[in-house]
């Protein structure tokens, strides 16, 4: 069994975390009291954590969905949003992650006046200064922004020009969120194409909430490259009797063009997509050897760090380093940024972190 520890030193790569769904709950208290939102149901640090945590665990993805509103009700300020964002990005490093693809949807911060590139703006400005001073305390890590539009709103396209204006700046792709019963992917079609003529990337919250439909067009239609969750193409696998495995159509599609699922354990149990860590899909995929990565979705309300989620994984199915050290490389060769970027990540800092630890491990047994 692996220790926190030891999965704490292993080098890491996030792709699929919110920044709405990460703060630290005494920044929201203290962001409150500085900016005027007097929504919070409590401004004691203790009990407002504890409140996150008990809301998102209703096992309904629109009831999760709700605890945004206080996070979001004080990240109304460029300030705000700085200081947010470089806690982001230092709370990452000090948690191993060598990697991260941060998203938010701007569109979410424009009540109090700001723009979207305002807030895109702040939030690249609050990665740069988190960066800078995780490194500072010995934990470099590299900060990427993923833009996303709200799929019940309609801003979906000015928010990908958005995204495409500041893609030598920091931000990487493009991805849609929120309620995905009755609002498929294709209600955004032209943002997609939008992000698609430019050349630039796309991944899309698909088969969480819903099933293979939203998969489906997420794929064939929207042209997304990864799957933000993607859990329910179980749905379209079968496992027989005699243990053997007949993949549908689809399921084969994202298993043989290695399309990356973006697979959040802890918060799909929260969202009621999934029962338990021990019940939870990924075991099945990764053994099928889909591009299966992990992910923490939101750290605030599942009380999950990307250590946690690999700990609750080895706890379940006795994962051990070297399929940490694969799921870790699978993020990174999925992963938006430029490919020599992503080469050297895996060369300089994953697999010379895995190989000092797995040496590590080989020194002090007896
Ligand atoms: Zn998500």
Request: with cysteine; proline share 4%; net charge negative.
């Amino acid at each position: 069994m692996l220790t926190l520890d030891t999965i704490r030193q292993a080098p890491k790569a996030l792709l699929h975390d919110h920044l709405d769904g990460g703060l630290r709950p005494a920044t929201v208290v203290d962001l409150a009291r500085e900016f005027g939102y007097r929504g919070l149901p409590t401004t004691d640090v203790d009990d407002l954590a504890t409140w996150f945590r008990r809301g998102a665990d209703r096992k309904s993805l629109e009831l999760y969905l709700e605890t945004f509103a206080h996070t979001v009700g004080v990240l109304q300020d460029r300030d705000a949003i700085i200081r947010v964002a470089a806690e982001c990005a230092e709370d990452l490093a000090a948690d191993g992650v060598a990697y991260a693809e941060v998203r938010y949807a701007p569109e979410l911060s424009t009540e109090k006046g700001m723009t979207l590139d305002e807030v895109v703006e702040a939030n690249l400005e609050g990665f740069r200064i988190g960066s800078v001073k995780a490194a500072e305390a010995g934990h470099p890590i590299v900060m990427k922004v993923l833009v996303t539009a709200m799929r019940q709103a309609a801003r979906s396209v000015e928010v990908a020009e958005c995204a495409i204006r500041w893609r030598d700046a920091g931000v990487v792709g493009f991805d849609i969120a929120g309620p995905e019963a009755g609002y498929r992917p294709t209600r955004h079609l032209e943002a997609f194409d939008r992000i698609r003529h430019e050349n630039f990337h796309i991944t899309i919250h698909a088969g969480e909430g819903f099933g293979l439909p939203s998969i489906w067009e997420a794929l064939q239609f929207c042209g997304a490259e990864r799957l933000g969750h993607g859990v329910r193409i179980v749905d379209d696998i079968k496992v027989l009797d005699d243990g053997s495995v007949e993949l549908g159509r689809l399921a084969a599609f994202v298993r043989d063009r290695r399309v990356p699922l973006e697979m959040c354990p802890t918060s799909n149990i929260h969202s009621g997509a999934a029962t338990s860590v021990e019940e939870h899909p990924i075991d099945l995929l990764r053994r099928l050897r889909f591009r299966v990565t992990v992910n923490t979705d939101n750290r605030l309300m599942s009380n999950v760090s990307v250590s946690s989620e690999f700990k609750a994984l080895d706890e379940a199915f006795g994962i051990g380093l070297g399929e940490m050290e694969w799921l870790t490389i699978n993020a990174m060769k999925s992963a938006f940024a430029p490919f020599d970027e992503r080469l050297r990540i895996i060369n300089e800092v994953v697999k010379p972190g895995y190989a000092h630890l797995r040496q590590a491990a080989v020194t002090v047994r007896p």
